[in-house]
T-cell receptor, first 113, second 112 residues
Framework: GAGVSQSPSNKVTEKGKDVELRCDPI?????LYWYRQSLGQGLEFLIY????????KSGLPSDRFSAERTGGSVSTLTIQRTQQEDSAVYLC???????????FGPGTRLTVL | SQKIEQNSEALNIQEGKTATLTCNYT??????LQWYRQDPGRGPVFLLL?????KEKRKERLKVTFDTTLKQSLFHITASQPADSATYLC???????????FGKGTTLSVSS
């Protein structure tokens, strides 16, 4: 079956602009995660959705970052007023209820000029 | 502070040898520890999961150990092949099924 997909694969934007990154998880997966991977850094947790529960937003670095998950499926990560330090690869992952293996998408490479 | 360290950024070995990668952590009590493989330009791919009450887990040429006293996991690839060249990430699962905490990874290069 299809894996996790993300779009766009690359995004170049100017400082101060807003961007939206999309994630389509594997069908039937109840958990969805967003991570960020900066050059030379490990994956950094951003936000986690589990079913209909309130999301765990504890990893969001500032109030410029937000995410939604509509209908328990597709998720959008929004970064407002982008800064150069937001440049990174944004990775989405999903997992089945009761399973701990996470399935990752290919990521969106964001470059803020 | 809480920290995860993977022993080195890069490891170079010859084909056929055993690669051993180390993951150390402090100030965590993980329920699970996972290892992922990441190739350039791609997302991580799950390899193995080991629980806190398990000492060792094997899958084909892969072996993972987990020592909660030492706060350390070792990841072994036996009979390594050039196709094993990739970055290997250690990840802790503090509460089962929640977000993972990743190390920075070790980039393994296997030369023929």
């Amino acid at each position: 079956g299809a894996g996790v997909s993300q779009s766009p694969s690359n995004k170049v934007t100017e400082k101060g602009k807003d961007v939206e990154l999309r994630c389509d998880p594997i069908s039937g997966h109840t958990a969805l995660y967003w991570y960020r991977q900066s050059l030379g850094q490990g994956l950094e947790f951003l936000i986690y959705f589990q079913g209909n529960s309130a999301p765990d937003k504890s990893g969001l670095p500032s109030d410029r970052f937000s995410a939604e998950r509509t209908g328990g499926s597709v998720s959008t990560l929004t970064i407002q007023r982008t800064q150069q330090e937001d440049s990174a690869v944004y990775l989405c992952a999903s997992s089945q209820s009761g399973q701990y293996e996470q399935f990752f998408g290919p990521g969106t490479r964001l470059t803020v000029l | 502070s809480q920290k995860i360290e993977q022993n080195s950024e890069a490891l170079n070995i010859q084909e056929g040898k055993t690669a051993t990668l180390t993951c150390n952590y402090t100030n965590y009590s993980p329920a699970y520890l996972q290892w992922y493989r990441q190739d350039p330009g791609r997302g991580p791919v799950f390899l193995l999961l080991i629980r806190e009450n398990e000492k060792e887990k094997r899958k084909e040429r892969l072996k993972v150990t987990f020592d909660t006293t030492l706060k350390q996991s070792l990841f072994h690839i036996t009979a390594s092949q050039p196709a094993d060249s990739a970055t290997y990430l250690c990840a802790l699962d503090i509460q089962a099924g929640t977000a993972l905490i990743f190390g920075k990874g070790t980039t393994l290069s296997v030369s023929s």
